[in-house]
């Protein structure tokens, strides 16, 4: 008999599975969601989205220095403004939600964190689409000016990485190229590739108010397409991108370990809201343990190929002791 058939030898003890482990995941792959509104004293609860808040600029500041003090220094910013309007003029204001969190964080923090910001209208926008809507059309290359300025606000109040999530063709291109003008050459993006339209983004679109008239399908990606997702991530590393992301995780894990095998960049992926949710409420009615299933799937998006995940279970994560 062939000795060297016996694979359960190495999973005999804990330890002798600990050395062999092909992944592992720590507080430097994990990036935070915080969703940011205007006001002052703001600290509510997200209903659909347990543990996970809406906070004023000064709230947001406490609650990144409970976070760094857990471990976690990578800050994902989304911007909830009061005022919605059909270009999204909120977005473009240099003191605006976003840049003004961007400058109480970089003032407390410094160096410490990095932060990351969404470049998205959806939020800003009063028929809540990602561009602009001319006649029920989301229309492409007025829109990326738009989001392209929006960066510049972002780059200008101090922001490491701009994070398009709009999935507008060449819109890469054009916030580098704007970027690079007025010498923020060292301002990442971090492109928001292979982003599918999906049903998981449900509790998202209640915490930001963003759900949109009729779909975002003429511009997210139809999640029957694999190999369209490299397509979209060879060009946004063609138009500058420093890092790629898939989004949603867990069903598109597959996307995740295909852009892995054909960039060269970091891969990021999104574990998205409705996944978070759908395991909250799972662990909350007893019917998984939540330790055990977060855990399973951090490791499997990291086994995938994901370099860094954005996720809401960093903190129970941090805070619980599953991860150090
Ligand atoms: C907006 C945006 C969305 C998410 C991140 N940026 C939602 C959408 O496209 O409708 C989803 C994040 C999540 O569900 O956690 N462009
Ligand atoms: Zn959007």
């Known amino acids: 008999m062939n000795l060297l058939n016996r694979p359960r030898r190495l999973r005999t003890s804990p330890l002798m599975r600990e050395i062999v482990a092909e992944t592992d995941i720590s507080a430097r792959h994990l ?12 600290l509510e609860g997200i209903p659909s989205m347990p543990g996970v808040t809406h906070v004023s600029v000064d709230k947001l500041v406490e609650e990144v220095a409970a976070d760094v003090a857990l471990g976690l220094k990578s800050h994902l910013l989304f911007g909830i403004p009061e005022h919605k ?8 204001d240099p003191n605006g939600v976003i840049p003004l969190a961007l ?16 470049v998205c209208l959806c939020a800003y926008t009063s028929h809540g689409h990602c561009g602009f809507l001319h006649d029920g059309v ?9 989001l392209a300025k929006m960066a510049l606000a972002h780059a200008e109040a101090g922001v490491d990485i701009v994070s398009p999530s709009d999935m507008m063709d060449g819109r890469v291109g054009a916030i580098r190229d ?6 923020y050459v060292n301002t990442s993006i ?20 963003s759900a949109p008239q009729g779909d975002r399908k003429t511009y997210q990606m139809d999640f029957r397409n694999g190999r369209e997702s490299l397509l979209e991530a060879l060009l946004d590393v063609d138009e500058g991108a420093d890092m790629v992301m898939v989004k949603p995780a867990l069903a598109y894990l597959d996307i995740v370990g295909r852009v892995k095998a054909e ?3 970091p891969v ?3 574990n998205v809201s409705g996944e978070y949710s759908m395991v909250k409420a799972s662990a909350a009615a007893g019917y998984c343990d939540e330790r055990a299933i977060v855990m399973e799937n951090l490791l499997a998006m990291r086994r995938a190929g994901a370099d860094l995940i954005i996720t809401y279970h960093g903190r129970d994560a941090m805070r619980e002791g599953w991860i150090s």
């Open 31 to 42: 990036i935070t969601p915080h969703f940011v509104v205007e006001g002052e004293g703001v």
């Open 85 to 92: 309007d059909e270009t999204g003029s909120a977005a473009v």
């Open 103 to 118: 400058r109480a964080l970089r003032a407390r923090f410094g160096k410490e964190i990095i932060l990351i910001t969404d």
């Open 138 to 146: 989301v229309t492409n290359d007025d829109s990326v000016e738009q």
């Open 178 to 183: 704007l970027l690079d003008e007025n010498g």
């Open 190 to 209: 971090l492109a928001y590739s292979a982003k599918y339209a999906s049903a998981y983004y449900g509790p998202f679109r209640d915490a930001c108010d």
């Open 263 to 265: 960039t060269l960049c």
């Open 268 to 270: 990021v992926v999104y």
